[in-house]
């Protein structure tokens, strides 16, 4: 089972520790039932050593199974801090695209549905260790009673081990299929949260989205759930009839056999007796570690990989400047299930230099926002490369290249701390930010903390900008960062903050479809269907280059 391995995989020694003190614990419980059998078949008082051997055993008993539980907690416990930190840092270091493809609906199932059942199944492993040592012990000491007995009982384990593995079999195909389902309800409850506006102010959309999204689906959850969990029982119980069916054999067939002696009997019973409870907790908690393994499948399945290990180990220090970015033959695809055609992105040929401020014009969905992160180095270079003063940028060194860019999307994330910033040092520029982008009544900073984050999307776009501005990067890139904003700070952005960013010596691309403001970009790059299709300087003494801007604008 993959669960074990996963466990195994993160400390062995643990394990091999934990494993040895269940051993001595399963061994001594089963000693105990050996002095107890010895004691029952010998006439007279029992002797003074077979007392002391006694509370000898159970105290043995007593401390080896609390250092294997303590062991086996540890590990447990263990395991799922690694594995949320271990699933964080896959999340992190998947290339974008990737993530993208999955949906945020599903890696919220992976971090709260899957975590939650690889938790259950670790939990209670250290319970199925502990009873699976006292069941084995048992039956050594039941195969050192009579060998031909034991061999019964090993055939009805057998038998109950492959009926078992089949009905499981249909189990977790039932429980697969709820964990495919609750992809879909995930994704239904994102629009659930995400989309609560529309659904309050369309009463026939939410009746429709209930009735036609929601309810199928939880329903069918609900079906393979508990279709699963049924076999899973039933399995269960039917291990427990196995069981009992052997215990009826040693009972009834058991005086017949010429090798069996009441002492035999006697042991045996007292070991069926004692392991009867270690058994059912077996069966019981068995289902846990079917639905944990279907979980690890699925993560496996999401394909969340260590690819792109720089981004999870120490960063490098900042390139803080450039002199040339080029970037040749760049193309990325959109593979798009229920169209023929994929959407392609071609960069043939484009230069950028320290304090220039570049548009990127273009129609919807003409490409501008995947160009911005082909040339940020977030979508990894399908053909093509990027150099960045004659140097290439490869998988090695693309994490230190995006160091070079601060980057505002139109879906950007605004946090609310100023993390990876030493607001410290910052703090007398980050107070200048404020009043330059007219936030100053609205938000404090406090510690690295904005005071608050619930503002407008206009202010919060300009939050973004101020920790954009603290970043100080070589290069920024901005996606339609003014179409929120009023026009007066509109023209704030174009005729001031543009010009400073410049004046610093930064390079800046703008994603605009604010014509108004054509004519102050020194360049214009204009996107067409995912083609590049001009890129014009723009400039008082360039009378063909007006030209080409005016029929630009006109154009838009
Ligand atoms: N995650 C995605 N998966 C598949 N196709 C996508 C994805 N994102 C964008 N596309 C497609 O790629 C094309 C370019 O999208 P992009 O967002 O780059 O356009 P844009 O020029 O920025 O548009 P807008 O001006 O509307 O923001 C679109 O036709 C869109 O359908």
Known sequence: MKIFQFLFSHSRKNIIFALLAGIVSGGCSTGVIAL?????NTE???????IIGFI???????????LSGYLLIRLAQGSIIQLRLNLSKRILSTPLRKLEEQGSHRLLAVLTDDVMSIMNAITVSPMLVINLVIVLGCFGYMGWLSLPVLAIGLAFMGIAFISYQVLMKFANKSLL??????DELFDHFNALTRGTKELKTNKKRRIAFFNEELIPTIKGVYRSTVKGMTIYTAAGNWGQLLFLFFIGIVIFVGPSLNTVTSEVLIGYTLAILYMITPLVTILNVLPNFGRANISLKKIESLGLSLEDKSLIEEADPIETSFQILKVNK????YYREKEDLNFTLNIENLVFTPGEIVYLVGGNGSGKTTIAKMITGLYLPETGSIYVDGQEITSSNIDKYRQLFSVVFSDFYLFNNLLGIDSSKQEEEAQNYLDLLQLNHKVKLENGRFSTTELSQGQRKRLAL???YLEDRSFYVFDEWAADQDPIFKEIFYTKLLPDLKSRGKTVLVITH???YFDLAERIIKVDYGQIISDTKTGEDNGENNRALKE?????
Request: proline fraction near 2%; hydrophobic fraction near 40%; charge should be negative.
């Open 36 to 40: 107890i059998n010895n004691v029952l």
């Open 44 to 50: 007279g008082t029992s002797s003074f050593p077979l």
């Open 56 to 66: 000898g055993l159970c105290l043995m008993t007593l401390f080896s199974s609390l």
């Open 177 to 182: 299929q709820a964990r495919e389902e609750q």
């Open 330 to 333: 760049l193309t990325h695809q």
């Open 466 to 468: 101020l920790t954009a």
């Open 514 to 516: 604010d014509d108004q």
């Open 552 to 556: 630009l604008v006109s154009e838009y």
